[in-house]
């Protein structure tokens, strides 16, 4: 296998410092078929918002079809606040991040897998004013976890890490303010020896590369244009999108999602590969790769893209497969399986789109017996082809990942929920605005 030789100076601690100081100089071989910074994280554990891949899929299969606040619930654990953010899982332990807006604390609350009992908690106070919006509780950031620390994006306040047992080994309180009408939401990925960040939206849109050790900065691409919502005409614009890493061909991307385009990096040096226009000026979804193909859409009425990954420059005419000038209103993000995409609404309409095309295969409104069938969740996609969703209202519905809609179950919480599903090991975790559910088949 080729490789290439990068020399990067290193202190004794592995801090990477700006100006390039340093005692020590370590020379790193990277394989230009696996990069260093991509390792597996294990797929037993949900560590991240959209699982160890970020594309909101496990291998696993078996995970309960039916539930309620009886039924196949082997714990639920009361939350101090409502609250947005998606619990992530390792081993015996699952963390959530927790707002208490009466106090300004800013938490990352670590509870028993097994009990639903608290194990410790960390985190900051921040009492400054902070834009978001009614419907959008601070700390809707999830975390994101490699089994020996914590990574947590708490907006304005900062980003920590801490240990496993809760103990801070670095925070980042110098990266300015998080400032639009509807907030913030962006989580940290873990990749290898970084931290990817999307800092946004607002005036300060900024994308990072930190060092998991340290919390250095390694680099950073700042996308102009940002806005806070606030300015006329600029109220739509912004990215809630976080970024994914893939392998493309003998390199790596890491895709981005923004105003107007998606496009991808250079994830050792920040450097922008290619760009493709086709997105509206407001983007929710996170972008999703498979078969050589990135899909993305923007939010409320908004495009949709499908772009060919690994090009250079501005590939618009050269990448673009296809491009949709008008699509549903959604906030959470789809999944891919099997050359279809599968992707919810706003308004809670389960659609499967041709990946090659773009265009819809079928279109299902998805009812329960709640009391609002809005979604702004994303979807996950089991080993054994099932879809997992959940509203607003609580009800959570499974539906197979196929060319033909078929529903498999409707289930009841009966409590709001905003976030998206984590799945471990037969385990269905659903954060709601009073409670931490986990669901699994009663033994």
């Given at each position: 296998m080729e490789e290439t030789t990068i020399e990067i100076s290193r202190c004794k601690k592995g801090a990477v410092f700006?100006?390039?100081?340093?005692?020590m100089k370590t020379t790193l071989l990277l394989s230009l078929g696996l990069l260093s910074i991509v390792s597996p994280l294990s797929a037993g554990n949900w560590p991240m918002w959209r699982g160890s891949e970020g594309d909101g899929q496990t291998k696993e299969s078996g995970f309960p079809l039916t539930w309620s606040t009886t039924e196949n619930v082997q714990w639920n654990a009361e939350l101090p606040d409502r609250g947005n953010s998606t619990p992530v899982v390792w081993g015996d332990q699952v963390f959530i991040t927790q707002a208490v807006e009466k106090t300004g604390q800013r938490l990352l609350l670590c509870l028993d897998r097994t009990t639903g009992k608290q194990l410790w908690e960390a985190g900051t106070i921040y009492r400054e004013p902070e834009l978001t919006h009614a419907t959008n509780p601070y700390c809707s950031a999830s975390p994101a976890t490699d089994g020996q620390r914590v990574v947590v994006f708490f907006a304005s306040a900062g980003v920590f890490c801490y240990d496993m047992q809760g103990r801070e080994i670095w925070k980042r309180t110098d990266l300015g303010k998080q400032h639009h009408i509807w907030g913030n939401g962006t989580s940290p990925v873990l990749a290898g020896d970084r931290v990817f960040l999307n800092f946004g939206p607002g005036a300060k849109?900024?994308?990072y590369a930190f060092d998991k050790a340290t919390g250095k900065t390694l680099w950073q691409h700042d996308e102009p244009g940002g806005a806070s919502g606030e300015e006329g005409n600029k109220k739509w614009l912004g990215s809630w999108a976080d970024p994914l890493?893939?392998?493309?061909?003998?390199?790596h991307e890491l895709l981005m999602s923004y105003p107007g385009r998606v496009c991808a990096f250079d994830p050792m040096t920040g450097k922008e590969l290619w760009t493709c226009a086709g997105l509206n000026a407001l983007v929710y979804n996170s972008p999703l790769y498979?078969?050589?193909l990135v899909v993305s859409f923007g939010g409320y009425g908004g495009m949709g893209v499908g772009v060919k990954a690994g090009g250079s420059g501005d590939v618009t005419e050269t990448h673009r497969v296809w491009h949709l000038p008008k699509v549903s209103q959604r906030i959470g993000s789809g999944v891919l399986h099997e050359g279809y995409h599968y992707i919810l609404s706003d308004g809670g309409i389960a659609e499967c789109r041709d990946l090659k095309t773009g265009q819809m295969v079928w279109s299902e409104r998805l009812k329960g017996p709640g009391p609002t069938g809005q979604n702004w969740s994303s979807l996950v996609l089991t080993g054994d082809g099932l879809c997992y969703a959940v509203n607003q209202g609580g009800d959570a519905f499974v539906f197979r990942a196929s060319p033909k809609f078929e529903l498999l179950a409707t289930n009841a919480l009966g409590e709001k929920v905003i976030g998206s599903m984590a799945m471990s090991d037969g385990q269905?975790?659903?954060?709601?605005?009073?409670?931490?559910?986990?669901?699994?088949?009663?033994?």
């Amino acid at each position: 296998m080729e490789e290439t030789t990068i020399e990067i100076s290193r202190c004794k601690k592995g801090a990477v410092f700006d100006d390039g100081s340093c005692i020590m100089k370590t020379t790193l071989l990277l394989s230009l078929g696996l990069l260093s910074i991509v390792s597996p994280l294990s797929a037993g554990n949900w560590p991240m918002w959209r699982g160890s891949e970020g594309d909101g899929q496990t291998k696993e299969s078996g995970f309960p079809l039916t539930w309620s606040t009886t039924e196949n619930v082997q714990w639920n654990a009361e939350l101090p606040d409502r609250g947005n953010s998606t619990p992530v899982v390792w081993g015996d332990q699952v963390f959530i991040t927790q707002a208490v807006e009466k106090t300004g604390q800013r938490l990352l609350l670590c509870l028993d897998r097994t009990t639903g009992k608290q194990l410790w908690e960390a985190g900051t106070i921040y009492r400054e004013p902070e834009l978001t919006h009614a419907t959008n509780p601070y700390c809707s950031a999830s975390p994101a976890t490699d089994g020996q620390r914590v990574v947590v994006f708490f907006a304005s306040a900062g980003v920590f890490c801490y240990d496993m047992q809760g103990r801070e080994i670095w925070k980042r309180t110098d990266l300015g303010k998080q400032h639009h009408i509807w907030g913030n939401g962006t989580s940290p990925v873990l990749a290898g020896d970084r931290v990817f960040l999307n800092f946004g939206p607002g005036a300060k849109t900024t994308l990072y590369a930190f060092d998991k050790a340290t919390g250095k900065t390694l680099w950073q691409h700042d996308e102009p244009g940002g806005a806070s919502g606030e300015e006329g005409n600029k109220k739509w614009l912004g990215s809630w999108a976080d970024p994914l890493l893939r392998r493309v061909g003998e390199h790596h991307e890491l895709l981005m999602s923004y105003p107007g385009r998606v496009c991808a990096f250079d994830p050792m040096t920040g450097k922008e590969l290619w760009t493709c226009a086709g997105l509206n000026a407001l983007v929710y979804n996170s972008p999703l790769y498979a078969d050589g193909l990135v899909v993305s859409f923007g939010g409320y009425g908004g495009m949709g893209v499908g772009v060919k990954a690994g090009g250079s420059g501005d590939v618009t005419e050269t990448h673009r497969v296809w491009h949709l000038p008008k699509v549903s209103q959604r906030i959470g993000s789809g999944v891919l399986h099997e050359g279809y995409h599968y992707i919810l609404s706003d308004g809670g309409i389960a659609e499967c789109r041709d990946l090659k095309t773009g265009q819809m295969v079928w279109s299902e409104r998805l009812k329960g017996p709640g009391p609002t069938g809005q979604n702004w969740s994303s979807l996950v996609l089991t080993g054994d082809g099932l879809c997992y969703a959940v509203n607003q209202g609580g009800d959570a519905f499974v539906f197979r990942a196929s060319p033909k809609f078929e529903l498999l179950a409707t289930n009841a919480l009966g409590e709001k929920v905003i976030g998206s599903m984590a799945m471990s090991d037969g385990q269905i975790f659903i954060r709601g605005h009073k409670h931490l559910w986990c669901i699994g088949a009663q033994k």
